[in-house]
């Protein structure tokens, strides 16, 4: 692998997936609670959440609390998600509730950012157990003082209500109302990827008009999704606040993902391969380093060396990957860049495919899917990361993970930061 170049095997024609399939999990009916009904205690209790927890499934009654929030001063943020919650979402919710009174969290699995081979009819859904970890998390936010806020409404739509006209498509020319921020979009993931982040900003600005919230949270593990988010804010004028949180990591450094739970023990004991090859880049940058080969060459020859043991050993043992690409960029544009300008930073992101299992053993853990199909992996580090985003304010995240600490990786924030701040933003009370 050459250090100097943008390393990309596309694997698009590898994952399989079918396309249009529907979030099968929706909110029990006995859990729904209309904002103006009779709360039902005895369903919500049954399903794992309580009173002080609003499952709402149609955009009137969304509306209908939003304004109530709105007339009473009350200040909102949004956490999107596509549900099989883990401690990165609880993260962004922490974080949500850290400033503002009342955290809404979506939790939808979008059809149009799955491409016709992805896998959006195996993709995980754990709904009752999201519903127990957001009541949880409430529990332990509830008397502590850095919070001001908990969360007090799932809005989980089925596909019909996010999309009331045409049946979405998956196809790249396919018909439909879709939000396109390109270039920005058509790099990196997006090459891969083509219709993801069509998707993404699609979902996202429909979510946005549909909550109109004071801020939206996203985690920095996906950071050309928050970037792509940005643009769109900036460009369609959108009232709100952008912020980003550090990305929370399992013990070995792998970033927290809703796919990790397909990889098994196998893949799962090099999937860190990634985290690796970025701090191996992080340490150049540590000693100086600035130019492209002397921050990504180092990355890559991790990777290359991982790979290579692998290699060596028998079918029945090993865990196959393969580099998508490493890429030194431009934080604003994405564009690959030479060197990086210390006024201006950059973004260092990676992208690795675990591979199927080749010899699956007798009593072996292969995760969900039975590792028959590709998981893709992506982390990133932001180099200059005030640089990058200029902000107003920080605020501490609650719970940092070792290497999330400024003292021992500086790449990484260790504050949830203020990205960007939309027009006419008025401050509410916090009474």
Known sequence: MAAGNLIRKHAAQSLTVIRNARYRQPAPEGAVKKFAGQLNEKALEKSGIGPEIDVIRNVSHLRQKREAARSSRR???????MGALHNGHLALVRAAARHAQEVYVSIYVNP??????????????????DLIQLRQLN??????????????????????????????????????????????????????????????????????NLVQPDEV???????????????????FHINTQLFVAPTEREHDGLAMSSRNVYLGDRRRRIAN????????????????????????????GVAESIQNT???????????????YMSLADPITLEEIQSVDEERGAVLSAAVIMQPIEEPQLGENLGLGRALTPVRLI????????????????????ELSPDSRAARNPCIPSTVLHVLKGPEVHPTSTS
């Open 273 to 300: 391969v990634i985290y690796k090859a970025l701090q191996a880049s992080e340490m150049a940058w540590m000693k100086g380093k600035r130019d492209r080969r002397e921050l990504l060459g180092p990355a890559l």
């Open 217 to 235: 949270v996203f985690g920095q593990k996906d950071i050309q999704q928050v970037l792509v988010i940005k643009r769109m804010i900036e460009d």
């Open 139 to 208: 529990d332990f936010m509830e008397g502590k003082e850095q919070f001001i806020g908990k969360v007090t409404t799932i809005f989980n739509p089925t596909t019909n209500v996010m999309y009331p006209g045409l049946p979405p498509t998956s196809e790249i020319q396919g018909s439909g109302s879709f939000v396109n921020i390109t270039p920005l979009a058509n790099v990196l993931e997006g090459a891969a990827r083509p219709v993801f982040f069509r998707g993404v900003a699609t979902v996202v600005m429909k979510l946005l």
């Open 310 to 324: 692998q290699r060596a050993l028998p079918p029945s043992e090993r865990a196959g990957f393969e580099v998508d």
């Open 112 to 129: 149009t950012q799955f491409g016709v081979n992805e896998d959006l009819d195996n993709y995980p859904k754990t709904w009752h157990q």
């Open 379 to 398: 982390d990133n580090r932001i180099y200059n990361l005030h640089k990058v985003f200029p902000y107003g304010e920080s605020r501490r995240s609650l």
């Open 75 to 81: 200040k909102v943020a949004l956490v999107p998600t």
